[in-house]
């Protein structure tokens, strides 16, 4: 008799052992990502617009307007924009391997507007050090992976408010912010 509830402790351990493997190492091995998908869908510093239930994207919540944007901060810091909107609205950046890295939304942004400047501690350095670097302008979130992408999501508070959350997450933009010559 204790031989069999050892073996099936042994068993249940192994188990769970190779379960949690199997769980934390999905994200590295998957290949039908987001990085992956949106990649199919644009460029580097492209917007695009995520419509609710097509495509890859099928469990987009249809109460938000969703856009996206790719980016790289290989060559410099990266300078995320929207246009002001009073609407409730979240950005979050992620890294390829979709970890989740800095998120805020339009209650926390100054002024209901998206602006954030992400890079490196040091290309951040260099535009201290340049004199181009406003520290009340943009909001500076530090961000160590090369590539990444942020999400746009606009709130859908009412039918007629459609058109206006559209709007809202079309005015997305991302672009590379050149460093300053050394």
Known sequence: MGKLILALLVGLVGA???????VLAMPRIAEDSAWSRLSARGALFETDILE???????????????STCRFSSANG???LTAEPSSAFWTASLFSPSGDNIYSINQRAALDDTL????????????????G??????SIFVP??????YVVLRGVVEAPS??????????????????????
């Open 132 to 137: 181009t670097f406003d520290e009340n302008a």
């Open 77 to 79: 810091p990266v300078h």
């Open 16 to 22: 769970a052992v190779v379960h949690i493997g199997v």
């Open 143 to 148: 961000f160590d992976a090369v590539e990444g």
């Open 52 to 66: 609710a239930g097509s495509g890859p994207f099928t469990f987009v919540d249809p109460a938000f307007d969703v």
């Open 161 to 182: 408010l459609a058109d206006a959350a559209s709007r809202f997450v079309a005015t997305l933009q991302c672009r590379a912010e050149p460093l300053p010559p050394t």
């Open 115 to 130: 602006d954030i400047m992400l890079g490196t501690q040091e290309q951040f350095d260099q535009l201290r050090l340049a």
